[in-house]
Nanobody, 129 residues
Framework: VQLQASGGGLVQPGGSLRLSCAASGFTLNYYAIAWFRQAPGKEREGVSCISLSDGSTAYADSVKGRFTVSRDNGKNTVSLQMNSLKPEDTAVYYC???????????????????????WGQGTQVTVSS
Protein backbone atom coordinates (compact mmCIF):
# COMPACT_ATOMS: atom_id res chain seq x y z
CA VAL A 1 0.00 0.00 0.00
CA GLN A 2 1.34 3.40 -0.99
CA LEU A 3 0.05 6.96 -1.18
CA GLN A 4 1.88 9.54 -3.26
CA ALA A 5 1.02 13.21 -2.71
CA SER A 6 2.01 15.75 -5.36
CA GLY A 7 1.12 19.12 -6.80
CA GLY A 8 2.50 21.48 -4.18
CA GLY A 9 4.41 24.63 -5.00
CA LEU A 10 4.73 28.36 -4.52
CA VAL A 11 1.65 30.48 -5.24
CA GLN A 12 0.64 34.07 -4.56
CA PRO A 13 -2.19 34.91 -2.16
CA GLY A 14 -5.52 34.48 -3.91
CA GLY A 15 -4.09 31.85 -6.25
CA SER A 16 -4.96 28.18 -6.73
CA LEU A 17 -3.25 24.81 -6.55
CA ARG A 18 -4.46 21.28 -7.14
CA LEU A 19 -2.95 18.52 -5.04
CA SER A 20 -3.17 14.86 -6.01
CA CYS A 21 -2.97 11.72 -3.91
CA ALA A 22 -2.23 8.65 -6.01
CA ALA A 23 -3.05 5.34 -4.34
CA SER A 24 -1.41 2.03 -5.20
CA GLY A 25 -1.70 -1.43 -3.75
CA PHE A 26 -5.38 -1.07 -2.97
CA THR A 27 -8.60 0.23 -4.54
CA LEU A 28 -10.05 3.46 -3.25
CA ASN A 29 -13.66 2.33 -3.52
CA TYR A 30 -14.01 1.12 0.07
CA TYR A 31 -11.85 3.62 1.88
CA ALA A 32 -11.77 7.23 2.96
CA ILE A 33 -8.92 9.55 2.09
CA ALA A 34 -8.12 12.54 4.26
CA TRP A 35 -5.84 15.51 3.71
CA PHE A 36 -3.86 16.89 6.62
CA ARG A 37 -1.39 19.75 6.79
CA GLN A 38 1.40 20.75 9.11
CA ALA A 39 2.88 24.21 9.33
CA PRO A 40 6.26 24.83 11.01
CA GLY A 41 5.92 24.69 14.78
CA LYS A 42 2.28 23.59 14.64
CA GLU A 43 0.38 20.37 15.10
CA ARG A 44 -0.72 18.40 12.06
CA GLU A 45 -4.37 19.23 11.40
CA GLY A 46 -7.11 17.71 9.28
CA VAL A 47 -8.15 19.75 6.27
CA SER A 48 -10.52 17.64 4.21
CA CYS A 49 -11.81 14.09 3.88
CA ILE A 50 -13.74 12.07 1.31
CA SER A 51 -15.34 8.70 1.77
CA LEU A 52 -15.08 6.89 -1.56
CA SER A 53 -17.82 4.40 -0.71
CA ASP A 54 -20.58 7.02 -0.57
CA GLY A 55 -18.93 10.24 -1.71
CA SER A 56 -19.48 12.07 1.56
CA THR A 57 -17.00 14.80 2.41
CA ALA A 58 -15.86 16.91 5.33
CA TYR A 59 -13.89 20.14 5.58
CA ALA A 60 -12.18 22.08 8.31
CA ASP A 61 -13.88 25.42 8.97
CA SER A 62 -10.73 27.24 7.88
CA VAL A 63 -10.99 25.91 4.31
CA LYS A 64 -14.74 25.58 3.75
CA GLY A 65 -15.80 27.26 0.54
CA ARG A 66 -12.22 27.42 -0.75
CA PHE A 67 -11.08 23.78 -0.93
CA THR A 68 -12.80 20.92 -2.74
CA VAL A 69 -11.89 17.24 -2.42
CA SER A 70 -12.86 14.77 -5.13
CA ARG A 71 -11.97 11.50 -6.78
CA ASP A 72 -10.53 11.71 -10.26
CA ASN A 73 -12.75 9.85 -12.72
CA GLY A 74 -11.37 6.49 -13.76
CA LYS A 75 -8.28 6.88 -11.63
CA ASN A 76 -7.17 5.62 -8.26
CA THR A 77 -6.48 9.21 -7.28
CA VAL A 78 -8.01 11.80 -4.99
CA SER A 79 -7.51 15.51 -5.63
CA LEU A 80 -7.70 18.57 -3.43
CA GLN A 81 -8.52 21.74 -5.35
CA MET A 82 -7.39 24.75 -3.32
CA ASN A 83 -8.67 28.19 -4.33
CA SER A 84 -8.34 31.65 -2.80
CA LEU A 85 -5.19 30.57 -1.03
CA LYS A 86 -3.97 32.53 1.98
CA PRO A 87 -0.53 32.78 3.59
CA GLU A 88 -1.88 30.79 6.54
CA ASP A 89 -2.47 27.84 4.19
CA THR A 90 1.30 27.44 3.94
CA ALA A 91 2.21 23.96 5.17
CA VAL A 92 3.27 20.49 4.15
CA TYR A 93 0.16 18.65 2.97
CA TYR A 94 -0.28 14.92 3.52
CA CYS A 95 -2.88 12.45 2.34
CA UNK A 96 -3.84 9.49 4.50
CA UNK A 97 -6.03 6.42 4.16
CA UNK A 98 -8.87 5.75 6.55
CA UNK A 99 -7.93 2.84 8.78
CA UNK A 100 -11.36 1.26 9.04
CA UNK A 101 -14.85 1.43 7.57
CA UNK A 102 -17.60 3.22 9.41
CA UNK A 103 -20.73 5.19 8.71
CA UNK A 104 -20.07 8.90 8.46
CA UNK A 105 -16.36 8.13 8.64
CA UNK A 106 -15.18 11.56 7.52
CA UNK A 107 -17.35 13.58 9.88
CA UNK A 108 -16.67 11.28 12.84
CA UNK A 109 -13.06 10.18 12.36
CA UNK A 110 -11.68 11.94 9.31
CA UNK A 111 -9.63 14.55 11.16
CA UNK A 112 -8.27 12.25 13.85
CA UNK A 113 -4.69 11.28 13.04
CA UNK A 114 -4.92 7.92 14.76
CA UNK A 115 -7.81 6.86 12.52
CA UNK A 116 -5.57 6.56 9.45
CA UNK A 117 -3.24 3.68 8.68
CA UNK A 118 -1.17 4.78 5.67
CA TRP A 119 0.26 8.21 4.92
CA GLY A 120 1.80 9.82 1.87
CA GLN A 121 5.14 11.57 2.07
CA GLY A 122 3.81 15.14 1.96
CA THR A 123 3.99 17.97 -0.54
CA GLN A 124 4.96 21.57 0.32
CA VAL A 125 2.50 24.39 -0.31
CA THR A 126 3.81 27.93 0.12
CA VAL A 127 1.51 30.94 -0.25
CA SER A 128 3.51 34.12 -0.44
CA SER A 129 3.85 37.27 -2.48
Amino acid sequence: VQLQASGGGLVQPGGSLRLSCAASGFTLNYYAIAWFRQAPGKEREGVSCISLSDGSTAYADSVKGRFTVSRDNGKNTVSLQMNSLKPEDTAVYYCARGGFRARDYCSRYGFTRGSHDYWGQGTQVTVSS
